[in-house]
């Protein structure tokens, strides 16, 4: 058994971050930190151009068609910087449901503008009385010959004010039973009805509510066979099952290293005993990511580990950033741009910002469950 992930591996590492360096510079940090919102064209655009934007893409769509370690790597490091991926990255995650279950127009036009990162698709997932039960979805598309009439709303459609397409849940059938009854459409944001709402989270995070009001989309906006959107849907949060938030426990922990350098008390026990306690946590989250794309490499059907990994990432950066809180002591209240904040307000940040990553991609709650169903085979 080899952990060592290589010396590709090592000097893919070594230069995304001095890309990461170079590219990330206190204005950009600036921009994106006001606007709460994950992107920057030209941050993205550098990406393209090394091809570290679609890596896990195929050569012949467009992407680098990298191995399950160097894409893995590039995660890492992109995450540990918080590089400004979010929309972007949403927007591949649709583009690789348009390739299964999309219309030959969509898979001509939309998906290699995803690759050249000039569209922007967003997720119309959860409504106010569908989140974790996704297939509760109400919002209602209802068939008018070639057209489709759609009414109702979404919660938490990040980007939205951004974004070209939602990539639109529906409940088109009411009579089958619930996950039968559900269709997938691709519907452009600035089309006549669509109301987009903010929604400021406590991260500082902008995400949305959609309104659909007497909204007139062709069949042809539609996603995959009509009420087969639970297969789309699933097919599509495939990626999310193996959400991990390993690299900002790194960050975490290489900021407060930094603090307790800077302020003279890494000699002292209590924070060595702290700090020790977060590096074990780090080394528990990077390995159950990393054992996901050794099974990937392997060929091996993932289980449970995609979700052990979200798990416990999301739980130790949330458990991390509160004891690093506490650890420093009334300074770490300041928040960027403070000048006196401490670390630039990056701890104080990822207490806040670590709160949201128990609930998307899949709460702990389901995570667990997930767990014990599938993974220690327990009754439902
Ligand atoms: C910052 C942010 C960004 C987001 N971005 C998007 C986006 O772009 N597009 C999109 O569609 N959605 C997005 N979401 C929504 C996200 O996917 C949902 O918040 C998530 O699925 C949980 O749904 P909910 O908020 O309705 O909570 P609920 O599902 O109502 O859950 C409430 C509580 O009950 C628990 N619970 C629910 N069901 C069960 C169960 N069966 N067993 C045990 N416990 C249960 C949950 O774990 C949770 O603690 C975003 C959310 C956040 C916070």
Redesign the pocket.
């Known amino acids: 058994m080899d952990f060592r992930l290589g010396d590709n591996a090592d000097s893919l590492r070594a230069a995304l971050r001095a890309y990461l360096d170079e590219a990330l510079t206190d204005e950009v940090e600036e921009r994106l930190y006001r606007s709460g919102v994950s992107h920057d064209a030209d941050f993205i655009g550098g990406l393209i151009d090394r091809g570290w934007f679609a890596p896990a893409w195929s050569e012949d769509l467009g992407g680098a068609g990298l191995d399950p370690t160097s894409v893995m790597v590039i995660f890492e490091e992109l995450n540990r910087r918080e590089a400004p991926m979010y929309a972007t990255s949403?927007s591949l995650m649709v583009a690789k449901a348009l390739v299964k279950f999309g219309t030959d127009e969509m898979r001509r036009e939309i998906v290699p503008a995803v690759l050249r990162a000039e569209t922007i698709c967003?997720?119309?997932?959860?409504e106010?009385e569908?989140?974790?039960?996704?297939a509760n979805a109400q919002t209602r598309a209802v068939r008018d010959g070639d057209e489709w009439m759609i009414n109702g709303s979404?919660?938490?459609?990040?980007?939205a004010q951004l974004g070209d397409y939602i990539y639109l849940l529906t409940r088109s059938n009411p009579d089958e039973r619930k996950h039968r009854g559900l269709t997938t459409f691709l519907v452009p944001l600035d089309h006549p009805g669509i109301e987009v709402q903010a929604v400021h989270?406590i991260?500082g995070?902008r995400?949305n509510i959609v309104y659909f009001n007497d909204v007139r989309v062709p069949d042809s906006a539609r996603i995959g066979d009509v009420d087969g959107g639970w297969s789309v849907l699933t097919a599509s949060l495939m990626d999310e099952q193996m959400a991990s938030f390993a690299p900002w426990i790194v960050r975490l922990l290489e900021e407060v290293e930094a603090w307790a350098a800077e302020t003279g008390r890494i000699d002292d026990p209590g924070v060595r005993e702290r700090l020790g306690r977060v590096a074990a946590q780090v080394e528990v989250a990077l390995l159950l990511r990393r054992r996901c794309t050794w099974m990937d490499e392997e060929g091996i059907t993932r289980n449970v580990e995609g979700p052990m990994a979200k798990l416990f990432s999301s739980e130790s950066l949330t458990q991390a950033s509160q004891d690093m809180f506490d650890l420093i002591g009334p300074d770490a209240l300041r928040s960027y741009p403070d000048p006196e904040a401490v670390r630039g307000g990056r701890i104080e940040y990822m207490m806040r910002f670590a709160l949201?990553t128990t609930?998307?991609?899949?709460?702990?709650?389901?995570q667990r469950?997930q767990i014990a169903q599938r993974g220690l085979g327990l009754p439902r």
């Open positions: 949403v967003v997720l119309g997932f959860t106010p569908a989140g974790s039960d996704v979404k919660m938490f459609t990040t980007n989270t991260s995070e995400t949201g609930i998307y991609a899949g709460t702990s709650e389901i469950t």
